[in-house]
């Protein structure tokens, strides 16, 4: 049986190299057909995952041993800053393991590894009616509203090319 301490340690959290990319891929797939959004297959996203990890264009954290989750990051130059955006592009955990701190640890995983990389400012998007990830990153301090909790929403697009 666990320690108590051990129940109450933050999950592991590493950063995914190449060869992970098939587990990291497989994850995506699920979260794109849990949310009924296409998927180019786990085999296409292997391949891709694994270049753009060992190229650096592209940061996976993993977090729990199968890996349970997983959180996608990008960085970009902006001219509104010396420092680096951080684009939070997914974030996900199996949907049975929700709720055990596994998703909070890979956002504070994201915003840490964010800032060793540079970053001063980081963005994501998550739909309306996901309130629980909504919750999450509101609860980290990110806003969905400019000027703060008075200003006007904001709205993130987009679209096929």
């Known amino acids: ?48 995952y694994r270049e753009l990890i060992r190229k650096r264009e592209m940061t996976v954290l993993m977090v729990g041993d199968g890996p349970d989750g997983f959180a996608q990051l990008r960085f970009r130059p902006t001219v509104y800053s010396a420092g680096l955006y951080a684009y939070l592009e997914e974030l996900y955990v199996i949907p049975s393991l929700r709720g055990r701190g596994l ?4 956002l504070e995983a994201a915003m840490e590894t964010a800032l060793a990389e540079g970053a001063d400012h980081m963005e994501l998007g998550t739909s ?19 000027g703060g909790p008075d200003g006007p929403v904001m709205f993130y697009y987009e679209r096929e090319l």
């Open 1 to 48: 049986m666990p320690s108590r301490e051990a129940e109450n340690a933050a999950p592991d959290v590493r950063r995914a190299s190449p060869g992970d990319a098939p587990e990291v891929a497989r994850l995506l797939h699920d979260f794109q057909d849990e949310f009924d959004e296409p998927s180019p297959g786990v085999e296409t996203l292997t391949e891709r």
């Open 103 to 106: 998703g909070r640890a890979l």
């Open 128 to 146: 309306e009616t996901d309130t629980a990830a909504r919750a999450l990153y509101e609860s980290a301090g990110f806003t969905n509203r400019e």
